[in-house]
């Protein structure tokens, strides 16, 4: 890991991510951790995952998405075995810790959030020990109401 604070930073955040049920697990150099739980408010089996990534030096638009796509096909591959929409849904979390962030890097944070079939996912960001989480704040036509309540629920998450 690049910094002392990002050792600290994946521990606290593990620790109030186990407190509330998840499970922890290295893949591929991240740090995932997952929880799946019933809830009725979204018609089914949520699997809910957080992937915590460190990057030496800054981070760049490339290993933002690099982390994002990996994300994407560990969550695909450990979610439920219900179909997506049909009594299941994902919640995805990539988080990006670096040292600090070029300028493609934020706007990539900034920019949106991406669009996939019953999967709210939401990319952040902590460019630096001392920054605040970067992460897509616009409102989304499809599923804002979820969509503002995970964004809520995360911050509290990576405040940790």
């Known amino acids: 890991m690049s910094a002392d604070w990002i050792a600290h930073r994946f521990a606290a955040i593990a620790r109030t991510l186990e407190g509330e049920g998840f499970e922890r697990r290295d893949v591929d150099g991240a740090l995932v951790l997952h929880r799946r739980k019933f809830q009725l408010s979204r018609f089914g089996v949520v699997d809910t995952f957080v992937s915590l990534l460190a990057v030496d030096g800054e981070a760049s638009a490339d290993d933002l998405r690099g982390h994002l796509d990996r994300s994407i096909e560990v969550a ?8 997506r929409g049909l009594g299941s849904a994902v919640e995805l979390h990539p988080v990006t810790l670096a040292s600090g962030a070029d300028p493609s890097a934020l706007d990539e944070a900034t920019a949106t959030t991406p ?7 939401i990319p952040a960001l902590i460019p630096g020990a001392d920054a605040s989480v970067v992460t897509y704040e616009g409102r989304k036509v499809w599923g804002g109401a979820y969509h503002a309540a995970l964004l809520r629920r995360l911050r509290t998450w990576l405040d940790a």
Do not use: A, V, Y
């Open 76 to 83: 695909l591959t450990s979610k439920s075995g219900i179909p």
């Open 115 to 121: 669009n996939r079939w019953s999967m709210m996912i």
